[in-house]
């Protein structure tokens, strides 16, 4: 397969180039995204063995804040490809500088076939895609009910899921300066099973997430049912 896509088909998104691999502004970026947040807020990492090191992976995580995808990104050993809301992507310029750091645009509130597809894609590369099941930022007021878009892609392309549960990223710039503590848990990675419904899936992995939250972050899944 080629690393970028640049189509003429009836969704303008396919006019663009979009990668499938550390682009060269990724890689001068990327340490300076890092010192800077290094400012700002300091990253704890738990779990980071439990990683596959190669092979296509979903990665699934908790959403606190709209740069939640910074400290996930530089918690993991492998680069991340992602999802991002599409209106960020209206601005010319931005548009171009996240599709360089591994995002593509997701309409939201409809199924979005492009961007489902574009996903498949991603994991077909081998690569490591990054979903907020929530599908928005609860703000630390725990957990919202997630959608089965993460169980959806790990099934279609039998890889496997890996729970990450995220905390402390609600809480940046209320100190500032002084910097927030953040913590990021790496959950041992979910295979899909065969006869698996999507939300049998979806609920498996929410309630690995939760289990890596403090109680009172785990929102709708914080009691698991009996023998689940």
């Not at 296509?56 to 606190?64: K, Q, R």
């Not at 990104?73 to 310029?93: D, H, T």
């Not at 928005?136 to 899921?161: D, E, F, H, V, W």
């Amino acid at each position: 397969m080629s690393d970028s896509i640049s189509t003429d088909e009836d969704d303008p998104r396919e006019l663009k180039t979009y990668f499938y691999h550390l682009t060269v502004t990724r890689r001068i970026v990327e340490p300076f995204l890092r010192a800077g947040f290094h400012i700002i807020g300091s990253i704890h990492t738990i779990g980071v063995n439990h990683f596959p090191s190669d092979g296509p992976v979903v990665v699934a995580a908790n959403h606190l804040a709209n740069f939640d995808v910074f400290p996930l990104q530089f918690a993991l050993p492998r680069p991340l490809f992602y999802m991002g809301k599409e209106e960020i992507f209206r601005n010319p310029l931005m548009d171009w500088f996240l599709r360089n750091l591994g995002a593509f645009p997701v309409v939201r509130g409809v199924k979005d076939e492009w961007a489902i597809k574009h996903a498949e894609k991603i994991l077909e590369h081998g690569l490591v895609l990054g979903i907020f099941p929530e599908g928005t930022r609860s703000k630390g007021k725990g957990l919202k009910s997630a959608k089965t878009g993460a169980a959806r892609l790990a099934q279609a392309i039998n890889c496997p899921i890996v729970p990450v549960a995220l905390h402390g990223t609600q809480y940046m710039f209320r100190k500032f300066p002084h910097r927030t503590s953040i913590k990021v848990t790496i959950g041992e990675p979910i295979q899909p099973v065969a006869g698996d419904t999507h939300l049998e899936l979806t609920d498996r992995m929410m309630f690995a997430i939760a289990e890596m939250l403090p109680p009172e972050s785990r929102g709708v899944y914080r009691y698991r049912p009996k023998g689940f």
